[in-house]
């Protein structure tokens, strides 16, 4: 079943790319540096290959802050999923040029950061606005450090992780 999902997801992936004029191949594995930072994630990864694309194509399917990659990525997660059960839907992940990797080192930063403050402060922390897939990384980020909880508050598009020390009630992980 895994290895329909990926050829499914590459083909329709190719074909976008190929309606926007950019002939380049799709790769169904995830990256090795990926396997370990976002391990807790299923679904599956598919790398549109940049080797051959021009630094404007590169830019163009990336998008500003990764935009173009998030609407892709949604793109092919609403279209291969509609009309199928919860159980029989297939998560997707769209890389390029090492964009989800290096966005990972970022928000591990960011997160270090965060719970550093509200170690030193005692006060809550609250990020800056990121979307809800980089939400969720940074509750998984900050999910085994036992003295902090994390939650999302606010509504989209001002929705904000907020860090905060933990109380031993649950935290609600809304992402």
Do not use: C
């Amino acid at each position: 079943m895994s290895e329909s999902n990926v050829q499914q997801g590459q083909e329709w992936l190719s074909n976008l790319l190929g309606h926007l004029g950019i002939e380049t191949s799709v790769g169904g594995d995830k990256p090795e540096i990926a396997q370990t930072k976002f391990k807790d994630f299923g679904g599956f990864w598919l790398t549109i290959d940049d080797s051959g694309l021009s630094p404007e194509q590169v830019d163009l399917l990336i998008g500003s802050n990764g935009r173009m990659l998030d609407a892709i990525q949604y793109l092919i997660n609403s279209t291969l999923n509609v009309g199928k059960d919860k159980e029989a839907r297939t998560a997707y992940t769209i890389e390029m040029a090492d964009f989800r990797v290096n966005r990972y080192d970022e928000l591990a930063v960011l997160a270090d950061q965060a719970a550093q403050s509200v170690r030193e402060t005692g006060q809550e922390y609250v990020m800056p606005p990121i979307n809800s897939a980089e939400r969720r990384l940074v509750h998984t980020i900050l999910f085994d450090e036992s003295d902090l909880e994390t939650f999302s508050r606010g509504q989209e598009p001002d929705r904000r992780l907020v860090v905060t020390l933990a109380t031993g009630d649950e935290a609600s992980e809304d992402e």
